[in-house]
């Protein structure tokens, strides 16, 4: 059964910082890859969907990378804001019925 | 405005009550999607729906109940069979089972027991 993992569980920064989240995924047979950003007690909001035959997309200052083979995501924040702070969670499409998600980290930007 | 709304935001029940979530999306999507989160835990799949009148279970179907009569809405029932029902309850829609379609979630509903 597929297992999405986030490490950290948790990560701090001061403002202004650039940071790396980490995903990754036990089987590589996905059809694509998302990340969302959850605050507290709210729903989740789509960042980014990667397909599975791409390796990266951007939205503004987010970088979301895929290296399928290897079973890794990577989200890249530029210029951290305190607005930032909330939990990143990841999840991994693999058709039909399910996404599969991670645990998330949770982000916390120090202005 | 397009979207997922899910009502109510706060629920109460009392042990041995039944309760009913709503969840109705306008993005015209065909598969829609019930999640239960708990803390420290992943999202985990209660109930998914490719199709009108047409549903399967998810990881965690023991104790709720669904139905879909209507493309737009998906509702969840929480059964007094339930064991643990306290937790936030999200809401998810997909367009199809394409490699490019996203899925997007309403804002939640959180069920507290009693």
């Known amino acids: 059964k597929q297992e999405v993992t986030q490490i950290p569980a948790a990560l701090s920064v001061p403002e202004g910082e650039n940071l790396v989240l980490n995903c990754s995924f036990t089987d590589s047979a996905i059809y694509n890859l998302q990340w969302f950003r959850q605050d507290p007690g709210k729903g989740l909001t789509s960042l980014l969907l990667i397909q599975s035959s791409q390796r990266e997309q951007t939205s503004g200052r987010l970088n979301a990378s895929l290296d399928k083979s290897s079973g890794r995501s990577t989200l890249y924040i530029a210029a951290s804001q305190p607005g930032d702070s909330a939990t990143y969670l990841c999840?991994?499409?693999?058709?039909?019925?399910?996404?599969?998600f991670g645990t998330g980290t949770r982000l916390t930007v120090i202005p | 405005d397009g979207g997922i709304t899910q009502s109510p935001k706060y629920l109460f029940r009392k042990e041995g009550q039944n309760v009913t979530l709503s969840c109705e999306q306008n993005?015209?999507?065909?598969?829609m999607y019930w999640y239960r989160q708990d803390p420290g835990q992943g999202l985990r799949l209660i109930y998914y729906s490719q199709i009108v009148n047409d549903f399967q279970k998810g990881d965690i179907a023991e104790g709720y109940s669904v139905s879909r009569e209507k493309k737009e809405s998906f509702p969840l029932t929480v059964t007094s069979a339930q064991k643990n029902p306290t937790a936030f309850y999200l809401c998810?829609?997909?367009?199809?089972?394409?490699?490019?379609?996203?899925?997007?979630f309403g804002p939640g509903t959180r069920l507290t027991v009693l």
């Open positions: 999840a991994v499409f693999t058709g039909a019925n399910n996404l599969f």
């Open positions: 998810a829609s997909r367009s199809g089972q394409g490699r490019a379609n996203e899925q997007f």
């Open positions: 993005l015209n999507h065909d598969a």
